[in-house]
């Protein structure tokens, strides 16, 4: 009587045991479902928002005076940017530039390649973003030829919310950009771009 009141026991347990197991697994499994759509929002907060450079630019110095030329590369390491006028490519350090301001009437090209006249096209709202505080290492130029780039606008650069809304804004329109400024002792820059 005692072996069959031990065996009933034991089976008991497991039985109690492996349903505690299966429940512990549920609730895991429920877990990481709730936690899904936080790790493709730490995703999404890292996907860069791609950007277009116009092809042509004035570049104003800080002490008055004005280049132009395309934007060709801009060197974070030694804090340089490359500009090219027909052949002529040149470079001028990052700290002796007041503002990048791009001409609203040049042609610009959208992330899959088309070309446009960006005065011949209105802006899909007529609301200017502003970003500040961009670390240089954040921004890209993918294709100089045609001012193809990409930014990195996570946090602290943008709120989470906003940067939903930017990548919201960027799955059907592009941000061409309108200026840029550089903060050479923070290595970081400001971009003011337009969606169109």
Do not use: C, H
């Amino acid at each position: 009587m005692k072996r069959r009141t031990l065996s009933f026991l034991v089976v008991a347990l497991f039985t109690v045991t492996a349903g505690m197991a299966a429940q512990v697994n549920a609730a895991s499994q429920e877990v990481q479902k709730q936690n899904l759509p936080s790790v493709q929002a730490q995703a999404n907060a890292s996907q860069p928002i791609p950007v277009a450079l116009p092809t042509q630019a004035e570049i104003v110095m800080k002490g008055g005076g004005k280049r132009d030329g395309r934007v060709v590369q801009i060197d974070e390491k030694v804090q340089q940017l490359w500009i090219q006028l027909g052949q002529e490519k040149r470079s001028i350090p990052l700290g002796q530039i007041d503002k990048i301001v791009f001409s609203k009437s040049a042609v610009v090209y959208r992330s899959n390649g088309v070309q446009l006249i960006r005065g011949e096209l209105p802006p899909a709202t007529s609301t200017q973003a502003k970003w500040n505080g961009i670390p240089m290492s954040a921004f890209e130029l993918k294709d100089a030829v045609k001012g193809q780039a990409v930014v990195n606008l996570g946090p602290p650069v943008v709120s989470r919310g906003q940067l939903r809304g930017i990548l919201g804004v960027s799955k059907d329109r592009q941000f061409f950009v309108d200026e840029m400024q550089f903060d050479v002792q923070k290595k970081t820059m400001t971009i003011a771009a337009t969606p169109y």
